[in-house]
């Protein structure tokens, strides 16, 4: 095999708690990542007539260098393993960077995926996480390959949670053409000394349990996400959309992440289309109707 091209899917959070803030510079989080249907593509192949990795991306301002985690990995494996040929990777971006959707940690996780079949490394999933936790603090959700996760520490250490493989939501997805720095918002927030791991952990179990039963309405005072407070002083536009989101019935609604990417959780694939067009007043800011993947 010479080429391989995998989809490279987007997260949301539906709940995100800060803890503490750790001597390593990162924070000591709670959080439980959807996977959803918003992708990249990454193309993955190999050339011979050079032996350097060369990135191409149809959007403007991604980095074609080690400040690129997809580019990061393909190192990391590359140089670990010793491979002298040399590899093109090609991102197609449909998810919007600095969001708050983890696209640049999905693109890494999808290299990190491809790259061990393409050189049939046959490294195992510990392996692939030990490359995670070097190149970022999502990679790992999203070498899980699965709908849902539960995960503490920098958000690397998954946590078992079952009842929800069929476990399906639909979104309003609304991500604003804005950056929002995420070491900026952590910067800004104020953290509770001796916060409870296990009240949030209480708010996640019975946010699991409503999950698993596919009713919405179980969902309602569960949604949670401590960074909201900081990022949305930084952009208005983030209560202007949960707002009107409120006003047309949609009470499940939340910013993902750092930001400033805001979602609202809608019953049906349908509703939600008939939904979408009535935000056209929403300016600078592309809306995509979504669904758990």
């Keep these: ?36 249907s918003l992708y990249d593509r990454v193309i993955l192949e190999i050339k011979h007539n050079y032996r350097q990795i ?37 991102l197609i971006k449909s998810i919007p960077s600095g969001a ?7 693109n890494a996780a999808t290299v990190l995926l491809g790259l061990n079949k393409l050189y049939n490394l046959r490294l195992s999933k510990k ?32 946590l078992p949670i079952k009842g929800l493989k069929n476990a399906k939501l639909w979104h309003l997805l609304f991500i604003p053409k804005a950056k929002i720095l995420t070491k900026n918002v952590y910067k800004s927030l104020n953290i509770a000394k001796n916060k409870s791991l296990t009240r949030s952990l209480n708010n996640v179990r019975l946010m699991t349990y409503a999950l698993s039963k596919n009713d919405n309405s179980l969902l309602s005072g569960l ?44 019953n049906t694939r349908k509703e939600a289309l008939r939904l979408k067009r009535g935000f056209s007043d929403i300016r600078n800011t592309d809306i995509f109707v979504v669904s758990t993947c």
């Design 223 to 266: 949604l949670y996400n401590k960074l909201e407070q900081v990022t949305k002083k930084k952009l208005v536009k983030i209560e202007r959309i949960k707002y009107k989101l409120k006003a047309l019935g949609i009470d499940l609604c939340l910013m993902s992440g750092s930001g400033p990417a805001v979602f609202g959780i809608i």
């Design 127 to 158: 392996k692939l996480f030990g490359y995670a936790a070097k190149i970022g603090a999502d990679v790992g959700f999203f070498l899980l390959e699965k709908s849902f996760a539960l995960a503490k520490g920098k958000g690397d250490e998954f």
């Design 100 to 106: 708050g959707l983890g696209g640049a940690s999905s």
């Design 1 to 36: 095999m010479k080429r391989l091209s995998k989809k490279s899917p987007a997260k949301i959070n539906l709940y995100l708690d800060v803890l503490s803030k750790r001597k390593d510079g990162y924070h000591n989080i709670l959080t439980l990542f959807e996977r959803i």
């Design 54 to 90: 060369k990135l191409i991306c149809n959007k403007k301002g991604i980095p074609r260098n080690s400040d690129n985690l997809a580019y990061k990995a393909a190192e990391l494996i590359r140089r670990d393993f010793n491979i002298a040929s040399g590899l093109k990777i090609k």
